[in-house]
């Protein structure tokens, strides 16, 4: 059986190994293939697992062998769903791997907002610490999370883990979804719509798929709701946000800043307005990816791809 991997980089830099692949079939792992390689690496595999390497129509419409999509991720958009199904080829993606690591990066954005560590170890380095007529200084304020409100939009699997983190902190939880599931166990928590989680929280964190109802839901009118003071986290999708809207927001102090993983173009582009807007933090699409991440989605990628093997389909978003 011939498996092609079209982008195995980003998932398996050096540091894991593709041994659990290679005991199934040919593999052929290609560190990363460019949009006019994608068709001809493909020719005769059976099985192809993608990572963000797009599988369009056109794509797969020239695969007749093809019975076995994997995408290396939670998100699937990058394959033509309807058309594979279609065509009776199975697609199966990767869901909750990295909500540990999701969850870890969303607090280390809230953290640096409201600490500005780095910006403070470089000013201790640069000699302003000892130059202080204090025992201490600090260049920036500094916010303390209990009592504060955080309100999350989308309470699935990642969002529920950041309400019991936050709760760790003393914070009050405020959530917004399609599906309000039973949340009693929470003492500090209320269902709300967007518009109230956006007045109401000092902190709006999102945590839900891209959608059609989803796309641009950070827009000019929510952001207006949004305290002066408030802070805004995306470790989701970058789609999720209208770029130049929040670049005026916090251009404007209609909000106090931002920490973004994820942006629309990835890599962006040196006209996104992010780039040079005030109190922005912007991490290169890495809150999935420290190595336990990885390594559990590299296990669960070729679980996938046994149990299909065997009969048992799992994880299919088809």
């Avoid at 953290?111 to 780095?118: A, F, G, I, K, Y």
């Avoid at 003071?229 to 946000?241: C, D, E, I, M, Q």
């Amino acid at each position: 059986m011939r498996i092609v991997v079209l982008d195995g980089y980003t998932l398996n830099p050096g540091d894991l190994n593709w041994e659990g692949l290679e005991r199934l079939g040919d593999v052929r792992i290609h560190d990363r293939t460019a949009k006019d390689e994608i068709l001809s690496r493909c020719q005769g595999a059976e099985i192809i697992l993608t990572n963000k390497t797009p599988l369009d129509k056109t794509v797969l419409s020239g695969l007749p062998e093809l019975k076995y999509i994997g995408v290396l991720a939670t998100g699937y958009n990058i394959v033509d769903v309807s058309y594979a199904t279609e065509k009776g080829v199975v697609v199966t993606n990767v869901p909750s791997y990295g909500t540990d690591s999701v969850v870890q990066m969303t607090f280390a954005l809230l953290l640096e907002l409201c600490l500005h560590v780095q910006k403070h170890s470089d000013a201790a380095r640069e000699g302003k610490w000892a130059r202080s007529p204090d025992f201490c200084f600090w260049d920036f304020p500094l916010v303390e999370l209990a009592g504060k409100t955080i309100g999350i939009i989308g309470l699935g699997h990642i969002g529920g883990k950041v309400a019991d983190v936050a709760t760790i902190f003393g914070m009050k939880v405020l959530a917004a979804g399609r599906r309000r599931t039973d949340q009693s166990h929470r003492s500090n928590f209320h269902w709300v719509d967007i518009g109230e989680l956006a007045e109401r929280s000092d902190v709006v964190t999102l945590h839900c798929p891209l959608t059609d109802e989803t796309k641009g839901i950070i827009n000019k009118e929510l952001l207006n709701r949004m305290k002066p003071s408030a802070f805004l986290l995306n470790t989701s999708r970058g789609l999720l946000v209208v770029e130049q809207d929040l670049a005026n927001a916090l251009g404007a102090g209609k909000i106090a800043g931002a920490g973004l993983d994820v942006l629309s173009v990835e890599p962006p582009g040196p006209d996104n307005p992010l780039l040079k807007a005030p109190n922005c933090l912007i991490t290169p699409h890495i809150a999935w990816a420290t190595k336990e991440a990885r390594a559990r989605l590299m296990d669960m990628a070729v679980h996938n791809l046994v149990s299909f093997m065997e009969g048992k389909i799992l994880n299919s978003v088809n």
